[in-house]
């Protein structure tokens, strides 16, 4: 096989085909000065030379450096290239560069292949990273050959079609976390809304009411107020989307109907939301852990105790307070410890050593469990603080009970769908029976011949 080009990525490839037991020739326009960074299995010639001794190119350089080659368009005549390149943007280029590089050299056959495995797989090996090679041609002969050596290299073929499907194969390594941009952007709002309205209760209330300087909340308090907030809403929006779902499969009577684009969207980013939501519990669970740790709390008990003192209290102990408390952190550790296990079994290395049902129970009704009990973790930290008039700064009711609206409409809703009537009802329609539809049937009549009629599902 050879390989045109002497960059990071034609080395690494003449490695990898080196160790596969192909026999690698690398063409290059100064051989003799990069002879020593390829493996001394491979031979490094002019170009020219190179692509006479084989019939599979990997063409490895830049699409700028496509028509320098053209001197070889006589040599090259007849053989498959493999175009690995990339761009620098998306969309860059009207064609792809597979497809300028077929219309620089008609007489040869193009496959796009290997663009989407980096330079580091090639060298360590399919088993530390992405085993799929992406590849595409207008001949089926050619694709079939690149995809047994892609075999013999360790890598699982895809084949993608024909060669206008170069273009978005060629897009697929410049895009960064397409999947997770949505719950991003949606983690970064739900971030600055509750941040700004736990700002505004404690931090710009007690400046504003009483003079008092708090603005030293706003690194750690005010911080760790608001990942609770977003971790409890994400999860909960883990699980409106199946809720809404329901409710337009139950509203229309049949499973067939397209959901809106948004409703779909929303399912398919439901795995990202979840990471998210366990990312923000976790970041909440260590800033907890670092309270005890800062000055201000050292002076707030030293305070504490000075006024007791003052005051000879000799019993501070309030008995409800102390239940709580105990409460509230130890469901905290229940909850984490379930998002921790969902977060887990999302793994495509752990989910693929689950079966369906398995997969299933975890992520529905564990998951829901752990929506309960994340529940429960807010309503003993707001006991019957909701209640109490001095909680509501600039008349803004505490945060933790905004929070629970999302959640606890999620939690209602599948309450009502675990009814016999509505569960039994919804379980008719993801089987395949729909409301309205007609079905014929046929019945012999009193001189035992047959009669043809429909009647409705619904009966």
Known sequence: IAVLGSGDFARSLAVRLVCSGFKVVVGSRNPKRKAGLFPSAAEVTFQADAVKKTDVVFVAVFRE?????????????????????????????????????????????????????????????????????????????????????????????????????????????????????????????????????????????????????????????????????????????????????????????????????????????????????????????????CLPMRRSHRYQLIETAVKQAVEKKMNIWVEEEVWRMEIYISVGIIALGLLSLLAITSLPSIANSLNWREFSFIQSTIGFVALVISTLHTLTYGWSRAFDENQYKFYLPPTYTLTLLVPCTVILAKVVFNLPCIQQRLLRIRRGWEKGRYVKFVLPSATGEYSSGETSSNV
């Open 65 to 289: 450096h496509y028509s320098p080659l053209c001197d070889l368009a006589d040599v090259l005549a007849g053989k498959i290239l493999v175009d690995v390149s990339n761009n620098t943007e998306i969309n860059h280029h009207k064609e792809s560069n597979a497809e300028y590089l077929a219309s620089l050299f008609p007489a040869s056959t193009v496959v796009k292949g290997f663009n989407v495995v980096s330079a580091w797989t090639l060298q360590s090996g399919a088993r530390d990273g992405n085993k799929q090679v992406l590849i595409c041609s207008n001949n089926q002969e050619a694709k079939r050959t690149v995809a047994e050596i892609a075999q013999v290299m360790g890598f699982t073929p895809v084949d993608m079609g024909c060669m206008s499907s170069a273009r978005e194969i060629e897009n697929i390594p410049l895009r960064l976390l397409p999947a997770w941009k949505i719950p991003i952007f949606l983690a970064l709002g739900l971030f600055l809304c509750f941040f700004t309205y736990n700002l505004v209760r404690q931090v710009i209330h007690p400046y504003i009411r009483e003079q008092k300087n708090k603005f030293y909340k706003i690194p750690i308090e005010v911080v760790n107020t608001t990942l609770p907030c977003v971790a409890y809403v994400m999860l909960s929006l883990v699980y409106l989307p199946g809720v809404l779902a329901s409710c337009s499969q139950l509203y229309y009577g049949t499973k067939y109907r397209r959901f809106p684009d948004w409703l779909d969207q929303w399912l398919q980013h439901r795995k990202q939301i979840g990471l998210l939501s366990f990312f923000c519990a976790a970041l909440h669970a260590m800033y907890s852990f």
